[in-house]
C-alpha cells in the first residue's frame, strides 16, 4: 500500500497549464526523487501536494485518506512536511528558537496564552537531543541570518522534521550550494532514518543517483517516466531531455 | 415612480462622484501600492478651491479647471518631495499620508473656516429635464455623463495607449517596467498628480451636489475605501462597479432607514469581502 | 526573563511615586496618559507581534466608552460593567475578525478604517440612546469595592494598577507559546503553516484580545472623562493611535506606552500655545517620517547601547564550521 499517492492531477494559471494529469506513489520509507528540466512544474506539484496551491483536477491521497481539499497546517498533523526551495526560516529569532517554533506545533499548550514558552522543559529537552544529534550545539544562540547558507538549508530540513513526519517533501536541498555543501547535505539525506518517506526535487545528477530508490521525471507538466534509477539512466527519452542537451551531468 | 427614478438618478450621481474619487485611489493603490490617506482632504481641497474663485466672480467652469490644475500640481509636489521616500513602507505610508490629511485639512479649516458651505449649480445647467411628469435635475444627469466619460477615457489610456500598457505591466510585474527602460519615477509621479487630480475634480464637480463641512474628508475617504474593497485592489472597473453599487444603495438606504444607510453600505463591503476576500474584481492572490 | 521582572518591578514603583512630584495638573494628565498606553499598547500587539495594522482600533475603544455610559444607567456595579465592556468589545472583534484577517494588508487597514468610521457614524445617529452628535455624559461612579472613585488621586492609582496589570497580562501573551507563535506568523505566515499551525486562529485570537483591550481602556475612560462623545470611535482617533504606537515603537511592548505619553503631553503642550495642533501634529509626523526609522524606544536602546558599549548579541560573520571533517570524504 502506498503511503503518499497522487492521482492525475492538474493545474493551471490562467491560459498557462502547468500540470497535465500528473501520478505519482510513493511507498513508506520510500525514497522518490523527482527530476526534470526548470520550468517542468516540479515545485508546483509539491504545492500543490501540500495544498498552497488548489488542484483543478485529480485526487491526493496520503494512508488512503483524500487530503486535496485539506489545509496545509492540517497535512503536517496527518504527517506530511515540507521544506522550501529558498530558505524560509525565521532569520531574527535563533536556531534555538527557530527549533522552539516548529516543535510546539505537535504539543496541546500551543494555545496557551499566559505561562511562558521558554519554561517548557520537554521543548528544550527536545530541541537539545537535536541540536546533538546533528553536531550544530554550539550554533544554538546565534541568529539564524548568520548562519552560512549550508547551515541554512540544514535547519530547513531540521524544522521540517520537527513535526516527526512520516513523508517529507525537500524542495531543491542542495540549491545553491557549493560541491561541498552539496555532498554534505547529500550524506545527510542519506542519514535520515528509514522511517520517513522523501520526495525530494533534486538537479544534481550525482545527488539524485546516490540517494533514490524510485525517480520520477516530469517534462513540461506531464510525467514521463517513473521507475527505478537504472530505468531512468537507460531511457533513451530522459537521455534526451536531460543528458542529451548542453549540460554534461553524469552519474 | 417618479419619485424613484429621481432617487435612482441621485444615487447614481454620487455613485459617479465616489467612481472618480475611488479610481485615484485604486490606481494609485494598483500602481504604487500605497494606501493614500490623505485622499479625501483633496476632495475637500477640490471643492474650496472652485468655491474661493467663484466668489471672484469667476466662471464655474474655469473654477472647476484652476482646482483640478491646482490638485494635480500639489499632487506633483506631493508625490516628488514625501511620497517618494516611502515606496515599499507601509507603516511611513500611513504616518505619512496620515500627517498630510491633518495638515490639509487644518490649512482647509485655516483659510475657508468651519463653516458650512456650498457652491451654486452652474448656470447653464442650472435647470432640470422633464420628461412626462418626471423631473430630472440637468447637473446630476451631468455628473453621471462626466463618470461614464471618465470610465471611457480610463478604458481607451488602459487598453489602447503605451502608457496604458506601462501601467498595467507596473501592476503586474514593477521590476519589468523599470527593465524595460521606462522611468518608473516619471510614471508614478503622473499616476500620483492623476489621482490627485481626479480627486480635485470629483470635489468640484461634489461641491454643488453635496456641500462643504468640516469633517467631509473623512466620510468621502471612507466611502471611498469601501468603493475600492467592494470593486477590487487596483481594479477601475470594480471600482466603477461598486460606486454605482454604493452610491446607489446609500441613497435609498437614506430615504428608507435614514439612520443605518451607512451600516447598509457596510455590510454589503462585508457580504462581498466573505464570498470575495480580494473584492469583486480583484487579482486573486496566491 | 529576569530582566523583565526588573523592570516590571521598577515600572510599579514608578506608577506608584509619581504623585510624590506631581502637580493636580499632571496627575491628571498621567491618568490619562495610563489609559492611552493601554489603548496603544492593545494596538501595539497586533501591529508589533502579529502584523496586523488596523485604522479602527478606536471603535473598539468607543464600543467599552458607550457600554459605560449606556449600561452604566442600568447596572451599577463597576466589575461587572467593565466585564461587560470588554465581552462586548471583545466578541465585536472576534465576529468582524473571522472577515478582516482573511485579507492582506492593504485591505486590512482600509476595512479596519471602515469599520471604526461605522461604529462613529452609529455612535452619531443612534441619537436616542447615544445623545447623537452632543454625546453623552456618563452617569456610572467607579466603584471597586473600597469606596466610590472621585479625586484625582484615586483615579491615578486606579489606572496606574490597571495599566500595570495589563502589561503585566500582555508580556505573559507574548512570552507564552500562542504569543511566540502568533510573532512567529507575522514573519513568516506561509511557513507557520508548513509547520502545522493554523495561522488565521492565531490572527484572530491576537487581534480579539486586542480588540477586548481596547475596549478595556474605552470603557475606564468614559469613567475617568465622565463623557462620551462619536469622536471616541473616529479614524482620526484610530490614526492618532497608531501614530503613538509608531512613535513609541512598533515591536516592543512599552514604545506604544512611551508614544502615548510623549504624544499625550505634546498635544496639551502645544494646545494651550495655538490651536493649530493638527497642522503641528502633521508636521511633526511628516518629517518623523523622513528622518527614519524606529520609534523612540529604539533610539533609546541605541543610546543605551553607546553609552554601555554593549556588545552587539549577535556573533559577527557567519561562519561555516558544521560538520567540515565530513566534506573531505
Known amino acids: 500500500m502506498s503511503l503518499l499517492k497522487v492521482e492525475n492531477i492538474s493545474k493551471s494559471f490562467k491560459t498557462l497549464q502547468v500540470l497535465y494529469n500528473v501520478s505519482l506513489e510513493v511507498k513508506p520509507g520510500e525514497r522518490h526523487v523527482i527530476i526534470g528540466p526548470n520550468g517542468a512544474g516540479k515545485t508546483t506539484l509539491f504545492n500543490c501536494i501540500t495544498n498552497l496551491l488548489p488542484i483543478d483536477s485529480g485526487s491526493i491521497y496520503l494512508d488512503g485518506k483524500e487530503i486535496s481539499k485539506l489545509s496545509p497546517h492540517h497535512l503536517v498533523h496527518l504527517g506530511m512536511s515540507r521544506t522550501f526551495q529558498k530558505n524560509n526560516l525565521f532569520g531574527d529569532l535563533t536556531v534555538e528558537e527557530n527549533l522552539h517554533l516548529a516543535l510546539v506545533a505537535k504539543k496541546s499548550y500551543r494555545y496557551n496564552i499566559f505561562s511562558p514558552l521558554a519554561s517548557r522543559s520537554d521543548i528544550k529537552k527536545e530541541t537539545n537531543r537535536i541540536l546533538d544529534q546533528w553536531e550544530i550545539s554550539s550554533r544554538r544562540h546565534i541568529k539564524v541570518k548568520n548562519l552560512s547558507y549550508g547551515e541554512q538549508r540544514l535547519l530547513e530540513v531540521l524544522l521540517a522534521m520537527a513535526s516527526n513526519p512520516k513523508i517529507l517533501l525537500l524542495d531543491e536541498p542542495t540549491s545553491g550550494m557549493s560541491p561541498a555543501e552539496t555532498a554534505q547535505t547529500s550524506e545527510m539525506i542519506q542519514k535520515l532514518p528509514r522511517s520517513i518517506a522523501l520526495v525530494v526535487i533534486e538537479h544534481d545528477m550525482e545527488v539524485v543517483f546516490a540517494i533514490a530508490d524510485r525517480i520520477t521525471v516530469l517534462h513540461h507538466g506531464e510525467v514521463i517516466l517513473s521507475g527505478s534509477p537504472e530505468e531512468v539512466r537507460n531511457n533513451e527519452m530522459v537521455k534526451e531531455i536531460y543528458f542529451g542537451g548542453g549540460a554534461k551531468q553524469h552519474a | ?286 | 526573563m529576569k530582566k523583565i521582572f526588573i523592570y516590571t518591578v521598577l515600572l510599579i514603583l514608578l506608577v506608584l511615586a509619581m504623585p510624590l512630584v506631581l502637580s493636580d495638573f499632571g496627575i491628571n494628565l498621567a491618568t490619562e496618559i495610563y489609559i492611552m498606553s493601554i489603548f496603544a499598547m492593545s494596538l501595539g500587539l497586533i501591529m508589533g507581534y502579529a502584523g496586523m495594522v488596523s485604522l479602527g482600533h478606536a471603535g473598539f475603544f468607543g464600543i467599552g466608552a458607550y457600554t459605560v455610559a449606556v449600561i452604566g444607567q442600568y447596572v451599577s456595579n463597576s466589575y461587572l460593567l467593565l466585564l461587560i465592556s470588554v465581552v462586548i468589545s471583545g466578541l465585536t472583534a472576534l465576529i468582524t475578525g473571522v472577515v478582516f484577517i482573511r485579507t492582506s494588508k492593504f485591505y486590512f487597514l482600509m476595512i479596519t478604517l471602515a469599520f471604526g468610521q461605522l461604529l462613529y457614524v452609529l455612535f452619531w445617529q443612534l441619537k436616542p440612546w447615544t445623545g447623537g452628535a452632543d454625546g453623552m455624559s456618563v452617569s456610572a461612579i467607579l466603584n471597586l469595592g473600597f469606596g466610590e472613585i472621585l479625586s484625582p488621586n484615586a483615579f491615578y492609582y486606579v489606572m496606574g494598577v490597571a495599566f500595570i496589570i495589563a502589561y503585566i497580562l500582555l508580556r505573559l501573551f507574548v512570552e507564552s507559546p500562542a504569543g511566540k507563535i502568533t510573532k512567529g506568523i507575522m514573519e513568516n505566515e506561509a511557513r507557520m503553516s508548513a509547520l502545522g499551525y493554523n495561522v488565521r486562529v492565531y490572527k484572530l485570537l491576537a487581534y480579539t484580545l486586542s480588540g477586548a483591550l481596547a475596549g478595556f481602556a474605552g470603557s475606564l475612560y468614559s469613567y475617568f472623562n465622565v463623557f462620551v462623545s462619536p469622536d471616541l470611535s473616529s479614524w482620526t482617533f484610530s490614526g492618532q493611535v497608531m501614530v503613538m504606537v509608531i512613535i513609541g515603537g512598533v515591536g516592543t511592548l512599552f514604545g506604544p506606552a512611551i508614544g502615548a505619553s510623549v504624544f499625550i503631553c505634546l498635544q496639551n503642550f502645544i494646545s494651550t500655545y495655538t490651536e493649530r495642533w493638527p497642522m503641528i501634529m502633521g508636521a511633526i509626523l511628516v518629517i518623523l517620517v523622513l528622518i527614519g526609522k524606529g520609534g523612540i524606544i529604539h533610539w533609546l536602546r541605541y543610546f543605551k547601547d553607546i553609552i554601555f558599549l554593549r556588545k552587539q548579541t549577535d556573533e559577527g560573520a557567519p561562519q561555516n564550521q558544521v560538520k567540515k571533517e565530513e566534506v573531505v570524504n
Open chain 2, 1 to 286: 415612480m417618479s419619485i424613484f427614478l429621481a432617487q435612482l438618478l441621485t444615487g447614481l450621481a454620487y455613485g459617479m462622484l465616489y467612481f472618480m474619487i475611488a479610481a485615484g485611489l485604486t490606481i494609485i493603490l494598483g500602481v504604487m501600492n500605497v494606501v493614500n490617506l490623505a485622499h479625501g482632504t483633496l476632495f475637500m481641497l477640490g471643492a474650496y478651491i472652485v468655491f474661493t474663485f467663484i466668489s471672484d466672480e469667476l466662471n464655474f467652469w474655469i473654477a472647476l479647471l484652476i482646482s483640478v490644475l491646482l490638485t494635480a500640481v500639489l499632487g506633483i509636489i506631493l508625490e516628488k518631495l514625501l511620497i517618494k521616500h516611502v515606496y515599499g513602507k507601509e507603516l511611513e505610508q500611513v504616518l505619512l499620508t496620515f500627517g498630510l490629511s491633518f495638515i490639509i485639512a487644518d490649512v482647509v479649516k485655516w483659510i475657508w473656516g468651519t463653516e458650512m458651505q456650498t457652491l451654486p449649480v452652474p448656470a447653464l445647467l442650472d435647470a432640470s429635464l422633464s420628461i412626462g411628469e418626471m423631473v430630472f435635475p440637468l447637473y446630476r444627469l451631468f455628473v453621471v455623463f462626466i463618470g461614464c466619460l471618465l470610465a471611457l477615457l480610463l478604458w481607451y489610456l488602459e487598453s489602447k495607449t503605451r502608457i496604458g500598457a506601462i501601467i498595467r505591466a507596473g501592476v503586474d510585474d514593477r521590476a519589468m517596467v523599470g527593465a524595460l527602460g521606462i522611468n518608473v519615477g516619471l510614471v508614478f509621479t503622473g499616476v500620483f498628480a492623476f489621482g490627485a487630480a481626479l480627486a480635485g475634480l470629483s470635489g468640484a464637480l461634489g461641491g454643488p451636489l453635496i456641500g462643504m463641512y468640516t469633517g467631509m474628508d473623512n466620510e468621502i475617504l471612507v466611502t471611498s475605501l469601501i468603493v475600492v474593497v467592494i470593486g477590487g485592489l487596483g481594479s477601475w472597473k470594480g471600482s466603477f462597479i461598486s460606486a454605482i453599487l454604493v452610491g446607489v444603495i446609500e441613497t435609498f438606504g437614506k430615504v428608507w432607514f435614514p439612520s443605518l444607510s451607512m451600516l447598509i453600505v457596510f455590510l454589503i463591503m462585508m457580504v462581498v469581502l466573505i464570498i470575495r476576500p480580494q473584492g469583486l474584481f480583484g487579482r486573486e492572490v496566491a
